[in-house]
Nanobody, 132 residues
Framework: EVQLVESGGGLVQAGGSLRLSCIAS????????IGWFRQAPGKEREGVTY????????YYTDAVKGRFTISRDYAKNTVYLQMNSLKPEDTGTYYC?????????????????????????WGQGTLVTVSS
């Protein structure tokens, strides 16, 4: 079964840290770029960061740049999202996604998910709550 499973969410005070994990199975992890997205209550899903399977390049939205770090462990088929200096506005459900086309993943992290070209694999999400 092709799937992504996120974990690591929880409740944290502002200024704290969390590390999210995204474990892939059922597909060739090395051939997919991975992105993280988040969705706050009442808002649209937005891109956060991505890591390319082509050259390992990364991209961060301005909202998280300097605070979040994405990394991947090919041996464990896992992508991590280290989140530091968390703010209440980081609250939301965090989703990881995979796509074999790196440029597609980049475009959707920058511009938000595209309903006309859905990313190939989505996880079920993990909830992050940052209290003030």
């Amino acid at each position: 079964e092709v799937q992504l499973v996120e974990s690591g969410g929880g409740l944290v005070q502002a200024g704290g840290s969390l590390r999210l994990s995204c474990i892939a199975s059922g597909f060739t992890f090395d051939d997919y770029s991975i992105g993280w997205f988040r969705q706050a209550p009442g808002k649209e899903r937005e891109g956060v960061t991505y890591i390319s399977h082509i050259d390992g390049s990364t991209y961060y939205t301005d909202a998280v740049k300097g605070r979040f770090t994405i990394s991947r462990d090919y041996a464990k088929n896992t992508v991590y999202l280290q989140m530091n200096s968390l703010k209440p506005e980081d609250t939301g459900t965090y989703y990881c996604a995979a796509d074999s086309v790196s440029t597609i993943m980049y475009e959707q992290v920058v511009g938000g998910p595209d309903r006309y070209r859905s990313l190939e694999v989505w996880g079920q999400g993990t909830l992050v709550t940052v209290s003030s």
